[in-house]
């Protein structure tokens, strides 16, 4: 008897000992190139912009009515208070061309300023708009670009007085939007079950399945020309750049963990972030074929929702509960 829970024992060691052996935890970060930036807000934080007139100025937008504004390039941010009554307000996306700047958020509400933020106006929208404001681009003079969370899209040229739709029919709830530069867009369904593509000229959202069983989190354009994808559990995916519809393998950056991703965002080409629950950071310099992880941002006690890279020296990562990290530069050259 003694024998038997003796070599019990031993089963379970050794097996504990293969798992650990086959966990694969990532190498870490040789350098922090984020800093920490208090904001004084409570809110979780959902978008930022810059002015198009001083790149010294941005806006920072998020949930409980939160504006934040900066005039050092991010270094500070001042709360802004809007008077918009006894309405419980989040806002989700802001946007600017210029000193012409535009605000969308929930519940079906829409700013616009002409003076780079000094005073916003509310402009009021149809009550029968498919959706709720998911997102907004500030596209040219008193031109901007709308689409709601059923994927509804909206063109205004004229200051938002009348909009144009761009979609016969909307897509049906989704779990997020992301927009190309060159104004396609791309959605995930409300389940992760499929996402849809729409260019510009199409009258419909054109389906597609998911290529897993895991669900679908988030699907964005990258600066490769690639599509890329988050899944359920920590799981990245990369079209093939000569074929958009031609998924890639399964990438699981941190398999030690069951990590979930929140957002992914690329710096350069090849350099690209990916962000997760409780302060996860991790970055590939060669196009997502290797990781590593910062792990100096990892005692920050926030889920990491959205990096934003305004340019390759210029980005910032929102976060929950008003967290805000930005990017002070990439690895000191070596003398």
Known sequence: MHIVKFLQKIVIILTVALI?????????LSYNPWELVPTET???LADIAFTGTNPKQ????????TLLETTDGGDHWQVKQLDLGEEKVRFNSVSFNGSEGWIVGLPSILLHTTNEGKTWDRIPLNAKLPGAPYSIVALSPNTAEMITDLG???QTQDGGKTWKSLVEDAVGFVRNLSRAEDGRYISVSSKGNFYSTWEPGS????????????RLE?????????????????????TDPENLLEWG???????STSWGFLDLAYRTPEEIWVSGGSGNLLCSFDGGQTWQKDREVENIPSNLYRIKFLGPEQGFVLGQRGTLLRYKGSAPQAV
């Open 58 to 65: 941005g806006w920072i937008v998020g949930s409980d009515a």
């Open 20 to 28: 650990c052996a086959s966990c694969r935890y990532l190498p870490q």
């Open 42 to 44: 409570q809110g979780n």
């Open 249 to 255: 393998d399964p990438i699981n950056p941190e398999s």
């Open 152 to 154: 509804a899209i909206y």
């Open 218 to 238: 988030k699907i964005g354009f990258g600066q490769d020309g690639r599509l890329w994808m988050i899944a359920r559990g920590g799981e990245l995916r990369f």
């Open 203 to 214: 009258k419909a959202w054109e389906p597609h399945n998911r290529y897993s069983s895991k």
